[in-house]
């Protein structure tokens, strides 16, 4: 499985964009990247996904290097309840729907 | 749409009695349903992969005579733990994905689980 790195946390102010980096420089050709945030003592919510193109929905944004080497996830204007662990996951194969789980980074929006 | 809700959503329960946990797929059809762990301040650990009318395959490490999972339909899958012991406390999260759209899953709200 591929691999990907975080960092451990973050914090953004409330209002502003939130770019939470990504790499996953072992990604292989058919991987997906994807994304999910937990809210404290919630199951993890969906965010986004993508294999090549940047993709966009009404969460968030996700901007995908051309190597794929590394991504970047992005959070337009940061509220109070985007404070959550956010997680990065390569998906293995296109078969196997299994999450590999990191430890994802801590996001803290601050007034 | 796209819910998944659990049952319950906690319990607390004496060291040596058996627990069932339910996860249910509300508004979609899943063939395929995951189960987590999760400790304090730890990251998601699959336990095993649940499809529906087949055995569950589990992670290497897992008990499967202690956590037995049944997957009889396409919206219900139980994972029972058998024997608790309190060290089995933890936070329990399934997921689920959508027949329908391959790409996403969709995470339970979790149970919590104490056992004293």
Known sequence: ?111 | GAVVSQHPSWVICKSGTSVKIECRSLDFQATTMFWYRQFPKQSLMLMATSNEGSKATYEQGVEKDKFLINHASLTLSTLTVTSAHPEDSSFYICSARNVRTVYEQYFGPGTRLTVT
């Not at chain 1, 009404?58 to 985007?82: G, N, Q």
């Not at chain 1, 959550?84 to 729907?97: E, H, K, L, M, Q």
Request: proline share 5%; hydrophobic share 30%; charged share 20%.
């Open chain 1, 1 to 111: 499985d591929a691999k990907t790195t975080q960092p451990p946390s973050m914090d953004c102010a409330e209002g502003r964009a939130a770019n939470l980096p990504c790499n996953h420089s072992t990604i292989s050709g058919n991987e997906y990247v994807y994304w999910y945030r937990q809210i404290h003592s919630q199951g993890p919510q969906y965010i986004i996904h993508g294999l090549k193109n940047n993709e966009t929905n009404e969460m968030a944004s996700l901007i995908i290097t051309e190597d794929r080497k590394s991504s970047t996830l992005i959070l337009p204007h940061a509220t109070l309840r985007d404070t959550a662990v956010y997680y990065c996951i390569v998906r293995p194969g296109s078969n196997d729907y299994k999450l590999s789980f990191g430890a994802g980074t801590t996001v803290t929006v601050r007034a």
